[in-house]
Nanobody, 124 residues
Framework: QVQLVESGGGLVQAGGSLRLSCAAS????????MGWFRQAPGKEREFVAA????????YYADPVKERFTISRDNAKNSAYLQMNNLKPEDTAVYYC?????????????????WGQGTQVTVSS
């Protein structure tokens, strides 16, 4: 069992930056791929970024490429999402998720554990 807790959300002006953190419990964190998803009001949850268990491979949704960076620190049981040049359309609840297969997926189905989410609001 893995428990995930996101933090770092908040209100920021367009063009600003935020760094989301995802703290994981459990000794097997380093074997899990980690992903970030987001859900805006009235919309379905969508993929943002993912990173494989060793951090060798990362994947990004087109709208966030060149602006967001996913990373992980297995020694700290944590994953991160650095978000730069934020836009109002990035406003959403952001969720981190863990995938036991360890490869990273751009769809939600393979993820086994989810955090409770953290709100990111970008004002124009």
């Amino acid at each position: 069992q893995v428990q995930l807790v996101e933090s770092g959300g908040g209100l920021v002006q367009a063009g600003g930056s935020l760094r989301l953190s995802c703290a994981a419990s459990g000794r097997t964190f380093s074997t899990y791929a980690m992903g970030w998803f987001r859900q805006a009001p009235g919309k379905e949850r969508e993929f943002v970024a993912a990173i494989s268990w060793r951090g060798a491979n990362s994947y990004y949704a087109d709208p966030v490429k060149e602006r967001f960076t996913i990373s992980r620190d297995n020694a700290k049981n944590s994953a991160y999402l650095q978000m730069n040049n934020l836009k109002p359309e990035d406003t959403a609840v952001y969720y981190c998720a863990a995938d036991r297969l360890g490869l990273g997926s751009v769809v939600a189905g393979p993820y086994d554990y989810w955090g409770q989410g953290t709100q990111v609001t970008v004002s124009s």
